[in-house]
Nanobody, 121 residues
Framework: QVQLVESGGGLVQPGGSLRLSCAAS????????MGWYRQAPGKERELVAR???????NYTDSVKGRFTISRDNAKNTVYLQMNSLKPEDTALYYC???????????????WGQGTQVTVSS
């Protein structure tokens, strides 16, 4: 059984910072891409940032220059450093991983349960 567990969300004032973490656990053969998505009330889920196992990252335009995604392959963990936060960043943030469970030979898409980020004064 593979699980993704996020942490690090919370309430922060505009201009503040938060760091999200997501650890993948279980019987894992290989993790390919890890990423962060977010969903605000009344809106569709959107990609925030994603990073390959080799460290290549891409970001949605609205967070470029403010957010940084990174990963520790040895720990099966992905991070999202969020700086200069704005009220419009308020959303439920989900961790995502494309990974192959041990023994399956097939890549699957896994999601965490979500962590709330609220930016408000």
């Amino acid at each position: 059984q593979v699980q993704l567990v996020e942490s690090g969300g919370g309430l922060v004032q505009p201009g503040g910072s938060l760091r999200l973490s997501c650890a993948a656990s279980g019987s894992i053969f290989k993790i390919y891409v890890m990423g962060w998505y977010r969903q605000a009330p009344g809106k569709e889920r959107e990609l925030v940032a994603r990073i390959t196992s080799g460290g290549s990252a891409n970001y949605t335009d609205s967070v470029k220059g403010r957010f940084t995604i990174s990963r520790d392959n040895a720990k099966n963990t992905v991070y999202l450093q969020m700086n200069s936060l704005k009220p419009e960043d308020t959303a439920l943030y989900y961790c995502n991983a494309d990974l192959a469970p041990r023994g399956s030979g097939v890549m699957f898409d896994y999601w965490g349960q979500g962590t709330q980020v609220t930016v408000s004064s």
